[in-house]
Every structure is written in C-alpha cells, then in structure tokens.
C-alpha cells in the first residue's frame, strides 16, 4: 500500500490504481478526515434558525453535528446521551433542544437540562451527559468544524488574498440551487478530475467557450490547491479592486480546493460549495450548495451552466473508475503544465498513507 509520488513532476508516475479500487487503502485515507477541517455551513443558512444539522459529517467522520445559534454559533454532536438517538433532523427554532426518543432537554450550547423517569440515578447528571462540542472557525460567514481539526490557517490565508475582497458574509442561501446525489466512483477520481483544467477543451465545450485556456492557471498552497479561470473578452467577470493580486485581468472564477474533499467555486455571481463525501470505495455522494452574492449575474460566463457541467464530469469520472480496474493499468504520467494540482493531491494522499503506519 506504500507508494511515493517524485517531488519532481516531470519525473513522476501517478497514484497507483489500488489507491481508487482497494478497500483497505480506501479506509485508511479516510480514517485520517477526523484530524481535518470540514464545512459545517454559510451563516445564512443558520441565522433564522436556533439549530441546523450538519448532515454529511456523519458520514464524513463518523459524528452527527448540529450547528447552533444563541447569539453565538455552537457545533454539538446531535446524539442523545441517553442511548444515542439523532436529535435534530431539520432546522428548527426551538429555544431546547428536545430528545424525540425519551424526552432528554438540552440547552442549545449541548447543557443537559432535564431528563424524565431518571430522579433516583445516583451521580446523575454528570459531564458526560452534556453534549460534546467540537471546535469551530468562521471566516467571513463560512463556518468550518471537526473532531480534532488543525491546518486550515494556509488555507485562509490564499482565501483572503483572492477573495477577501468580496461580501462573502453577505451572500445569500439559495436552495433552490442545492443539489445531492451519488456516483459509481471514487472519490479521489472526483478530485483529481477537478483539479486540472486540462480537460476543459475535451468535456466541457460550453465552458471551454467561455475561457481563456492558455491563460488558466494553477497555484498550489499547503492542503489545497487555487486554479483561476481568465474569461474570454465578451465573458462576464469579476470587477476587481485595486488591491486584488490580480487586478487587470479579466478572472472569470477562482476555483479553490481544500484536502479531503471541500471545493468553493466563487464567480462573479456568488460561490458554489462542492462537497465530496466517500461512501465506499467505488461510491462517493457530491453534494452542492450555492449562495447568491449578484443575482442579476445569474447564468452568465463561467458559472452559468454548473449542472451541464456537473453533468460532463460525471461521465468522465465514472468511466475512469472502470478503467482504473483493468489489469492493464496501473499508473500514468503527469502534464508538468497542466497537472500540477493532481500532482500535488497524490502527494498528499501518499503522505496520508505513510502517517497511518
């Protein structure tokens, strides 16, 4: 299962072909998701609530959230600790938080309140009966949590110098814009296909119409990677300010990933959150949300045709899982100019698998 990646992409062969089909590989990447970052939510989604799940960290590391609001934001495991009942299955308003099971009240910080039946429990209640929190960070509206997460500081740092010019705070929840379901492949073949724009001429016609492909660009950050799609003249694109490291062109979407599998697309309408959730190892579930910044940009240049998209790389992706299968493949060659992001991933993936030894 130990593999090394060259330092020097020229030189370097790509991820073997038992890193997307072999179940034992498969669980021990992502046994390693508990020490990441994950998005919980934008704070539009939560501020008319007391209380949202956070639906995909059950799967993702094995722990049922609830994102809470009481005037401050709260991330807390969304299981009882009478006998491990889900709590919250939809937002809701309530002041509590009230056990459906038996009755079991919580504060919306994850404080016991009360407990039916349980009067002549002796050493009752105790910590252990409060609901565990985890930790939270909050940048600009988009709340991130985790089980024991470190390394997201390089993440925002790059956020902030390309985006942190924009009213992400701001931003509005569209739902009508999210999206969820599943795919015959593994999630690393997802990622790898996002982090190259050397297919956009091939698969996605409409989208290779409204960029500049010669100036597509990569740049590579600890756990992430930044592409940055340049419009076309007649394309829409963002107005930068003066400030932006990319003041004078014509940036029609900043196309941001951030390991395992979290990706925020921001175009000049608003931001597109990708997440990609590994089921099994030949399943993965995407799951998209979109928040509104100008609506009257809507359906123009890069990020006007996302589902036509979504749609292209599907196909891709599930074809690929088959191909990775067959005997006679094993592990390719790298584009120095136009894969360096892949590159970069399988990097981290081989290192993942080192530190789980």
């Known amino acids: 299962?130990?593999?090394?990646?060259?330092?020097?992409?020229?030189?370097?062969?790509?991820?073997?072909?038992?890193?997307?089909?072999?179940?034992?590989?498969?669980?021990?990447?992502?046994s390693g998701f508990s020490r990441k970052?994950?998005?919980?939510?934008?704070?539009?989604?939560?501020?008319?609530?007391?209380?949202?799940?956070?639906?995909?960290?059950?799967?993702?590391?094995?722990?049922?959230?609830?994102?809470?609001?009481?005037?401050?934001?709260?991330?807390i495991s969304n299981v009882c600790t009478h006998r491990g009942m889900i709590i919250n299955n939809a937002p809701c308003n309530n002041k509590n938080l009230l056990c459906p099971y038996h009755g079991r009240t919580f504060n919306l910080s994850g404080n016991l309140l009360n407990m039916p039946e349980f009067t002549d429990v002796e050493g009752f209640p105790d910590s252990s009966d409060d609901l565990v929190e985890f930790p939270l960070f909050d940048w600009k509206g988009l709340v991130f949590t985790g089980l024991q997460p470190s390394g997201i500081s390089g993440f925002v740092e790059e956020l902030e110098r390309f985006v942190g010019w924009l009213p992400i705070g701001e931003f509005t929840y569209d739902e009508s814009r999210f999206?969820?379901?599943?795919?015959?492949?593994?999630?690393?073949?997802?990622?790898?296909?996002?982090?190259?724009?050397?297919?956009?001429?091939?698969?996605?016609?409409?989208?290779?119409?409204?960029?500049d492909y010669d100036e597509y660009r990569t740049e590579l950050f600890e756990g992430g990677v930044l592409q940055v799609g340049i419009a076309k003249d007649d394309e829409q694109s963002f107005d930068?300010?003066?400030?932006?490291?990319?003041?004078?062109?014509?940036?029609?979407?900043?196309?941001?990933?951030?390991?395992p599998g979290l990706m925020l697309n921001f175009y000049p309408w608003g931001l597109s959150i990708n997440i990609i959730l590994p089921i099994e190892v030949d399943r993965t579930r995407i799951i998209y949300y979109g928040f509104i910044g100008d609506p009257?940009?809507?359906?123009?240049?890069?990020?006007?045709?996302?589902?036509?998209?979504?749609?292209?790389?599907?196909?891709?992706?599930?074809?690929?899982?088959?191909?990775?299968?067959?005997?006679s493949y094993d592990r390719g060659r790298y584009s120095p100019t136009k894969e360096t992001g892949v590159h970069h991933f399988h990097r981290i993936i081989s290192s993942e698998l080192r530190r789980k030894k």
């Not at 930068?240 to 390991?259: E, H, M, N, Q, V």
């Open 296 to 327: 009257s940009l809507l359906g123009k240049g890069a990020g006007g045709q996302l589902d036509k998209v979504e749609s292209e790389d599907q196909f891709v992706v599930e074809s690929t899982q088959i191909g990775v299968r067959a005997s």
């Open 37 to 75: 970052w994950h998005f919980a939510a934008h704070s539009s989604q939560i501020e008319n609530f007391s209380a949202i799940p956070i639906y995909h960290t059950a799967d993702m590391v094995g722990q049922p959230m609830l994102l809470t609001n009481d005037e401050k934001f709260h991330c």
């Open 240 to 259: 930068l300010p003066a400030t932006s490291p990319d003041y004078g062109k014509r940036i029609a979407a900043y196309y941001f990933w951030f390991y």
């Open 1 to 30: 299962m130990d593999f090394e990646i060259d330092s020097d992409i020229k030189k370097a062969h790509t991820m073997p072909s038992f890193c997307y089909t072999d179940s034992d590989v498969f669980t021990r990447i992502k």
């Open 179 to 211: 999206r969820e379901y599943e795919i015959d492949a593994n999630w690393a073949l997802y990622v790898d296909n996002y982090l190259e724009g050397f297919h956009i001429p091939f698969v996605h016609k409409g989208l290779h119409a409204t960029l």
